[in-house]
């Protein structure tokens, strides 16, 4: 199995977080509340909390509900929103950051932080089965700028974490300067839409200088025994994830991400599912610009790539048998390209198979790009010719 950054941080904490992620100590608690009330919040930060944790219980405050019935939370508008800890969003709600700003300042850093995770009840609910129908819109996301004001050291950090759950629309948002993680980290989770979200800036971490794929703005992940935020370990995969009109690049002082959306991990028998990256707009990636790995049922179309290391490639695992049917990559624009940190530059539009992971239903018509490169093409089979030019 391939593991990651947040991996790798977390081994030499493992005897304390019982293998797992490590957490803050929680501080008090209402009753029936799922955040924590870090000291040394404004009351603004603690009154968005209060009235995410009545959503959770079912209690609508006065924007009342969407026309889906999700409980709406409205952040304050044009109000810097400090966090000390972790946003905790309950199931069946709608929080509503239009104009809102929201900076990490946590109080107790852990080796891994996330600046949102949703509702997450025990550690064994697992599957899709943690509370959803969650809808994140709108607001400007910063997990670094904070520290640095304060003169801290910022911990590596997902800004958007979603666990276990279902049902999930985040819109709109505006992520800057994430530092080794991810924007979004989509973990264990079925119908789920990003869309119309702005992804600028990745601090890359040194340790994987050589391994920028998993630099994803957009992480599809599975519910591993070392990758898992809350609830259960059992490997569940993402499934029915759409990624549609999105803008990915650069920030006015980070670099770019490594890619717009993707995935670094996978076990034997378990595969990403039935996902579609569409009609986005990828900038200066420095890898691959869309590089789905373990994912089949996959189309990915209409997206327009430019100033990247690479293009559009599929990957197939070469640690663990998966096969994967059904791949389309179909009316892309990409170019120009640009060399990468080695100097190299990558395909156009690829992909790769494996021994025990071949490839097989795969659609590549109507793209714009400099190169066509199918790996190990023997351990391919194709709907149609496929493109070359």
Request: glycine letters at 12%; hydrophobic letters at 35%.
């Amino acid at each position: 199995m391939e593991l990651g950054r947040r991996e790798a941080v977390k081994l030499g904490l493992a005897a304390l977080a019982g293998g797992g992620v490590l957490r803050m100590a929680p501080a008090a608690h209402a009753a029936g509340a799922v955040n924590t009330y870090p000291a040394g919040e404004d009351s603004v930060v603690v009154a968005l909390r209060r009235a995410l944790d009545n959503a959770a219980n079912g209690i609508a405050g006065p924007a009342g509900r969407d026309a889906q019935g999700r409980i709406i939370v409205r952040a304050t508008a044009n109000h810097r929103h400090v966090l000390k800890g972790r946003l905790i969003v309950g199931g069946n709600t709608h929080l509503d950051a239009t104009n809102a700003r929201f900076v990490a300042a946590f109080t107790s850093p852990g080796t891994s932080e996330t600046m949102v995770l949703n509702h997450v009840p025990s550690a064994t609910t697992g599957r899709y089965d943690a509370p959803g129908t969650i809808r994140i819109t709108g607001g400007s996301w910063d997990p670094i700028w904070q520290y640095l004001q304060d003169g801290r050291t910022p911990p590596p950090s997902n800004v958007i974490t979603m666990q276990h759950t279902s049902g999930v629309e985040l819109v709109g948002l505006t992520i800057y300067n994430v530092k080794w993680y991810h924007a979004i980290e989509l973990n264990a989770v079925r119908n789920a839409t990003v869309s119309g979200c702005a992804l600028y800036g990745w601090v890359l971490d040194p340790q994987y200088a050589d391994k920028r794929y998993h630099g994803e703005a957009i992480q599809l992940d599975l519910a591993g025994a070392k990758n898992t935020w809350a609830g259960a370990r059992d490997n569940t995969p993402c499934t029915d994830i759409r990624v549609l009109g999105n803008t990915c690049d650069k920030s006015g002082s980070q670099g770019p991400w490594g890619t717009l959306v993707g995935s670094h991990t996978a076990v034997p028998g378990v595969r990403h599912s039935r996902v579609w990256i569409e009609d986005n707009v990828v900038d200066n990636t420095s890898y691959d610009a869309i590089t789905p790995f373990n994912t089949e049922a996959v189309h990915i179309r209409n997206n327009r790539i430019t100033g990247c290391n690479g293009g559009v490639y599929v990957r197939a695992s070469e640690t663990e048998a998966n096969p994967l049917t059904t791949v389309e990559i179909t009316g892309n624009t990409v170019g120009p390209l640009v060399p990468d940190y080695q100097g190299k530059i990558r395909s156009g539009i690829g992909l790769v198979a494996h021994e025990g992971s071949p490839i097989s239903d795969i659609l590549v018509s109507g793209n714009t790009a400099p190169s066509f490169i199918y790996r190990s093409r023997q351990l391919m089979t194709f709907r149609e010719p496929p493109q070359t030019s």
